[in-house]
């Protein structure tokens, strides 16, 4: 009879589990076909009063170390110079972590938009920016977007802390100043392009490959047609121009700077990279950060865009599936 029980129990839970992970995929296709008839919902700007976090880790630890009259008399001293502060300052601090498409640049454009409309005088804008670097076009833009504080006479900062070469790079130099720690990578003013080429795999193999464009140099080299001399050689003269492009724009913001050195496609740890000139401090960005907010106000801010329901239920199918099976 015992075994009867426990078989049947088993059973129960392997029907009920069966049903959940049915009901889950039939919700999760209902829910992708009707998010395909709604606009994707809007995000906003989520805004962290960063010195206020600071000041009370700090004043935690301070706490701790006094006995119970000292740390009446050091709260007190704290509330004087809050109270004391006119927060005419205010710093502004933006992440950017780059991909190869610099995917990014749909949060940053929101962010900087939303730092013009507020601005004072007076406030700045640190970036906290990491990236290897990747596509022209997207990196081209993101630099833009950042072009567009310059524009409204607002002083920013990029602070490097592990990479920004290439594209990076490109999105650093648009800045008034450049903090790198002492062993970030910076740098690589350069262009490169790599494909992989299967002709000769399919000829081995008697596969024909056809292709057919209009214009001279609608192709010029491809992954599976055989490549020609006059191919390679206008990718070649394409990735010059782009390389003088990206030299030139880089020289218009930091003329200081030998190109005949610099823009030769390498990348320098943040010491040499000083000494040539393609960075004016060297620090981490928690030493500016927390200098920052001596000076005056410091708020993070960062663009959330609210998860869709498939992404919701996703999430919950996955906690529905942990429960079935971990506990």
Request: contains cysteine; glycine residues 6%.
């Amino acid at each position: 009879m015992e075994n009867f029980f426990s078989h049947y129990l088993t059973f129960l839970a392997e029907t009920a589990t069966i049903v959940v992970a049915i009901l889950i995929v039939a919700g999760g296709i209902a829910a992708i076909a009707l998010s395909k008839r709604r606009p994707a919902p809007a995000g906003q700007v989520q805004v962290t009063d960063l010195r206020q976090q600071i000041e009370q880790a700090a004043d935690r630890i301070e706490a701790l170390r006094f006995d119970k009259k000292l740390r009446k008399a050091h709260q007190k001293n704290l509330k004087k110079v809050h109270k004391a502060r006119k927060d005419e300052k205010c710093t502004y601090l933006l992440d950017f972590k780059g991909d190869i498409r610099a995917s990014a640049v749909s949060a940053l454009r929101e962010e900087i938009t939303a730092i013009i409309q507020v601005a004072q005088p007076d406030d700045s804008v640190l970036i906290r920016l990491e990236s290897g670097g990747g596509m022209v076009n997207t990196y081209g833009l993101a630099a833009a977007q950042l072009l567009r504080l310059r524009a409204a006479k607002i002083h920013s900062t990029i602070l490097v802390d592990a990479v920004a070469a290439s594209g990076g790079y490109m999105m650093a130099v648009t800045a008034d100043r450049i903090v790198a720690s002492p062993f970030a990578l910076l740098g690589s003013i350069g262009v490169v392009a790599q494909i992989p080429n299967f002709h000769r795999w399919l000829q081995e193999r008697n596969i024909d490959f056809e292709q057919f464009t209009a214009g001279k140099y609608k192709r010029t080299v491809t992954l599976f047609g055989e490549n020609t001399d006059s191919g390679r050689a206008k990718l070649r003269e394409e990735l010059e121009e782009t390389h003088a492009q990206f030299r030139h724009f880089v020289e218009q913001f930091r003329p200081q700077l030998d190109l005949e050195k610099v823009a030769t496609g390498e990348a320098w740890l943040g010491n040499k990279a000083l000494q040539l000139g393609l960075v004016d401090q060297l620090a981490t960005s928690d030493e500016i950060i927390v200098e920052a907010a001596k000076k005056g106000k410091l708020l993070q801010l960062s663009y959330q865009r609210p998860k869709s329901l498939p992404q919701k239920l996703g999430l919950a199918a996955q906690q529905s599936w942990d429960k079935l099976w971990f506990r």
